[in-house]
Nanobody
Framework: QVQLVESGGGLVQAGGSLRLSCAAS????????MGWFRQAPGKEREFLAA????????YYADSVKGRFTISRDNDKNTVYLEMSSLKPEDTAVYYC??????????????WGQGTQVTVST
């Protein structure tokens, strides 16, 4: 069993930056693919970024490519999402997830409870 806890969310002005962290306990994350998703009010949860467990390949949604960067520190059992040039439309609850392989939401077995990111104008 893997427990995931996100942190680093908050209120930021448009154009600003935030770094989200996803800390795991219960099992090493080193072999897991990790993903970041978000859900805005009234919208479906959407994929943002993923990093594979082996090789560390990264994948991004077009909406965040060039602005968000996913990385992992297996020694700290933590995955990060660096976000820059934030826009009001980035306001959402952000979730991390762990799974056997990179894929759509259904590919991930473990989910955190989310952290709120609010971008003001």
């Amino acid at each position: 069993q893997v427990q995931l806890v996100e942190s680093g969310g908050g209120l930021v002005q448009a154009g600003g930056s935030l770094r989200l962290s996803c800390a795991a306990s219960g099992r090493s994350l080193s072999g897991y693919a990790m993903g970041w998703f978000r859900q805005a009010p009234g919208k479906e949860r959407e994929f943002l970024a993923a990093i594979s467990g082996i090789g560390g390949g990264t994948y991004y949604a077009d909406s965040v490519k060039g602005r968000f960067t996913i990385s992992r520190d297996n020694d700290k059992n933590t995955v990060y999402l660096e976000m820059s040039s934030l826009k009001p439309e980035d306001t959402a609850v952000y979730y991390c997830a762990a799974g056997e392989a990179v894929g759509p939401q259904g590919a991930y077995d473990y989910w955190g409870q989310g952290t709120q990111v609010t971008v003001s104008t």
